[in-house]
C-alpha cells in the first residue's frame, strides 16, 4: 500500500504543478464565466444604429399601418427605424432603380415593395445591401402579417381589435415541484442539465485519455521498467488511476469554489445588466454535486482502466488513436441519447439505458439533475458499476502486467487472448 502511496503522490505532484493545469484550471471557469455575461449583455444590449427604409406600396393600404407597428426606440431615444414613403410620380423600374442607388450610396438601408395584390397574396420584396441577418426579415415579415390582417378584417366589418382580445395567446408558466418548494423554471434545469453533463463527459474523457498517454510516455521512455523492478504492474495501473482521479478532483474543487464566489458576487453584477437575471441562474442542490463527483469517480475509474489497458497495448500515440475509438465511443453515444432522457427520464428505455455500466456515469446522473429516480435505481446503478469497475480492472491488469514489457508490435487479437489466460 505504501507504493501505491508514493505512485499516488508522484502522478498528483507532477501534474497538479504543471502550467497546462494551472491555465486550464484557471481559464475554464473565466471562460464560462465571459460566455454567461457575454450572452446578457448581448441579449440586452439595444442597438445604437437608426434604420433608414423606403416603403414602395403599389396596393396604397399597407404602407402607413407597417411604419406605425416599429415604436422601437435607441438607447439616446431617437425611433429605431425611419421610413420614408416612395410616392408613384413615375414607373416602378424606375423607382427602383433610384432607390437601389441610395441604398448603394448609403443613404437608405434598405426599401420595402409592397405589390399591387399584396391584400390577396401577401407578396412583399425586401431590397437591401445586407439580406442575411433572418431576425430582421422575421419582423419585417410579422409586422406585415399583423397590418395585412387587420386590414382584411376591417373590410369584412369586423374589429381587429377585437379579434386580437379573443383570439389572444395563454401563457403558461413552468414550475418545477422539489422538496424545496415549488419554483419557476425558464429553462434553468436543461442548463444545469447541460453544463453538467457536458462537464462530467469531457472530464472522463479527458483524463482517462491522460492515463492511457502516460502509461505510452514511461513505456517508450522505458522508465517503466525501472519502476516495475519496485512495484508489481497492478500497483502502478492502481496508482495512475487513482492519482490522475485526485488531479480530476482537485481542478472541481477549485471550480466549485470559483462558481460559490460567483453565484454570491456575480449575480449583483448580473443584476446591473438584466434585472431579472437572478430568476435564471440554477439553484444546484449539494444531494446533485454529490452523486456529480460520485458519478465522476465511477465512471472515471472505469474508463480509465480501459485506456490503461490501451496505453499497455500500444507504442505510440498513432496506434493509440486507433485501439482508444471504440472505448471513446463508449463515452460519446450517451451525448447523443440526451434528448431522449431528457424528454422522458422515467421511460423504460432511459432506465434501461441508464443502467448500462458504460452509460451509467452521464445518463443516471442527467435524470437525477432533471428527475430524481428511485432510491431502488440509483442503488441499482451504483453496484452495477462497482461490480462493472471490479471486472474491468481484473481484466485490463491482466493485459497491462503483460502489454507494459511489450514492445514493437501491437498485440492481434489472439494475442490478447492468450495474454488474458497467463496466471
Known sequence: ????????????????RTKLFLVGTILTPLIFAGIILMSVKFATMRSSEQKNLALVDESGRVAQGFAKSF?????????????????????????????????????????????????????AEYHARNVSDLAERSVYTSALSNVITGIR??????????????????KITLLKVSEAGDREDRGQ??????????????????????????????????????????????????????????????????????????????????????????????????????????????????????????????????????????????????????????????SSAAVSLSLVPFFTPILMFMRITVQMPPALQILASIAIMLVSIAFFIWLSAKIYRVGILMYGKRPTLPELVRWLKYS
Open 1 to 16: 500500500m505504501k507504493k501505491i502511496f508514493y505512485i499516488i503522490k508522484r502522478e498528483y505532484v507532477t501534474r497538479v
Open 71 to 123: 415604436q422601437d426606440k435607441l438607447a439616446d431615444g431617437r425611433p429605431a427605424y425611419v421610413f420614408e414613403n416612395v410616392p408613384f410620380d413615375q414607373s416602378l423600374e424606375k423607382v427602383e432603380a433610384g432607390l437601389s442607388k441610395r441604398v448603394l450610396s448609403k443613404q437608405l438601408d434598405g426599401y420595402l415593395l409592397f405589390s399591387r395584390n399584396v391584400l390577396e397574396d401577401g407578396k
Open 153 to 170: 378584417l376591417r373590410d369584412q366589418g369586423v374589429d381587429p381589435e377585437k379579434i386580437e382580445s379573443l383570439t389572444r395567446r395563454a
Open 189 to 346: 434545469s436543461f442548463a444545469l442539465t447541460y453544463v453538467m453533463v457536458m462537464i462530467l463527459y469531457a472530464t472522463i474523457l479527458m483524463y482517462g485519455i491522460t492515463v492511457m498517454r502516460s502509461v505510452i510516455e514511461e513505456k517508450t521512455s522505458r522508465v517503466v521498467e525501472v519502476m516495475l523492478s519496485a512495484v508489481r504492474p497492478s500497483e502502478l495501473m492502481a496508482g495512475k488511476i487513482i492519482g490522475v482521479s485526485l488531479v480530476a478532483l482537485t481542478q472541481y474543487l477549485i471550480w466549485a469554489v470559483a462558481g460559490a464566489l460567483v453565484s454570491v458576487y456575480g449575480l449583483a453584477f448580473l443584476s446591473t445588466l438584466a434585472p431579472n437575471a437572478a430568476n435564471f441562474v440554477p439553484k444546484i442542490p449539494l444531494s446533485v454535486l454529490a452523486y456529480f463527483v460520485m458519478y465522476f469517480i465511477l465512471g472515471f475509474i472505469l474508463f480509465a482502466t480501459l485506456y490503461a489497458a490501451i496505453g499497455a497495448m500500444v507504442n505510440n500515440d498513432q496506434e493509440a488513436q486507433q485501439v482508444q475509438m471504440p472505448i471513446t465511443m463508449l463515452v460519446v453515444i450517451p451525448i447523443l441519447m440526451m434528448g431522449l432522457v431528457m424528454r422522458s427520464p422515467d
